[in-house]
């Protein structure tokens, strides 16, 4: 992976080559690996929001992608505090589907905010890639024990009820969606676990990049004095 960012990261901003990494939130991927790694290869890692240099995972660098999370007036620093602090808050899935594996990544987003010191809510199957021809009720049932198990029905008192909606962002390879399977077993799951889903199911393969795109540009607005740079 690393040489496929090496080799498109133009020295645009730096005289170095630059980029923005986002990474699925697998168990024992750390923030020092991805900075270790880049550093190895000769990259310069560039500032996100919210956390400077901290690198986002591919769930909110895809939030972004789908211009979720985003102030509009992002020149004017106060306006867009404003609006964000306005922006809905949502129980976000990140449904991450290849011939290969299946990861689940969830966490509650209103803003875009990269805070990996959070431990990430996540499961892995790498045995139910689109090529193992998983039927529909696998992954219902593996996406439903993902909710009940790391969402829950606790907020509020008693009795308890789940999130009115759950958004669900679709990445990976378009061609492990092609047959709708996956995206009936989402849908299918979310309403027995008693919530509507919202489906984000375009731009597949590059979501996270633009999102991780959208996040350095504003990173490097002038108002933006969270960062030193």
Same mark, same amino acid.
């Given at each position: 992976m690393l040489e496929d960012i090496a080799a498109i990261a133009a020295p645009y901003v730096y005289p170095l080559q630059s980029a923005i990494i986002s990474y699925p939130a697998l168990p024992a991927l750390y923030q020092e690996d991805i900075a270790d790694a880049a550093f190895y290869r000769g990259i310069d890692l560039l500032p996100s929001m919210g956390w400077c240099y901290e690198q986002p995972w591919e769930l909110v660098a895809a939030y972004a992608g789908h211009g979720l999370g985003l102030c509009k007036n992002y020149d004017d620093a106060a306006k867009c505090l404003e609006e964000e602090e306005k922006l809905p808050k949502r129980e976000v899935v990140l449904f991450e589907y290849t011939e290969t594996a299946l990861l689940l990544h969830a966490t509650p987003l209103s803003k875009v905010w990269v805070d990996t010191e959070v @431990? @990430?809510?996540?499961?892995?199957?790498? !045995?139910?890639?689109?090529?193992?021809?998983?039927?529909?009720?696998?992954? %219902? !049932?593996?996406?439903?024990?993902?909710? %009940? !198990?790391?969402?829950?029905?606790?907020e509020g008192t008693y009795p308890f009820h789940c999130p009115e909606k759950v958004t669900v962002i679709m990445t990976g390879n378009p061609a492990s969606y092609s047959d709708g399977i996956a995206e009936k077993a989402i849908v299918r799951a979310i309403r027995m676990f008693g919530s509507e889903p919202e489906l984000f199911s375009s731009k597949h393969d590059y979501v996270a990049a633009r999102g991780a795109a959208e996040m350095t540009s504003r990173a490097f607005r002038p108002h933006n004095k969270l960062c030193e740079f």
């Open positions: @431990p @990430p809510k996540v499961a892995t199957s790498f !045995d139910m890639g689109s090529a193992h021809n998983v039927s529909e009720t696998r992954i %219902r !049932d593996f996406v439903l024990g993902f909710m %009940r !198990d790391k969402i829950g029905c606790w």
